[in-house]
């Protein structure tokens, strides 16, 4: 068993931070998703990028054990380098996404 006597911790925040993600932010990307696009590019354009969502989610999945060896980034570098990624998309997203609040699907066409 484990010996360390706070990693129920670990496991105890992992659980909050999922339900809280879960009850909120979670279903966000595929609303707005499902909302930004004209109608007749809808399906092709909410494929693409539902694939583009899991091709990331590939990626990063295939390259974290890499770049976290110590003789690459370290865990330290990955996380900053995966945390900066993540806050260039943050900023590209705050100035490049629609607004869509009060607005009818052919108001947002």
């Not at 609303?31 to 091709?55: D, F, K, M």
Request: with cysteine; charged share 10%; hydrophobic share 50%.
């Amino acid at each position: 068993g484990c010996t360390n006597p706070v990693g129920w911790m670990s496991v105890f925040f992992m659980i909050i931070y999922l339900l809280s993600f879960g009850i909120g932010m979670s279903g966000m990307p595929w609303t707005i998703n499902a909302e930004i696009y004209p109608l007749q590019h809808r399906s092709l354009a909410v494929g693409a990028s539902t694939a583009t969502n899991w091709i990331g989610n590939f990626i990063v999945s295939a390259t974290f054990l890499s770049i976290s060896k110590p003789t690459a980034l370290t865990i330290y570098g990955a996380f900053w380098m995966y945390g900066a990624i993540s806050v260039i998309g943050f900023l590209w997203l705050f100035f490049r996404l629609p607004e869509t609040k009060g607005k009818s699907l052919e108001e947002i066409e």
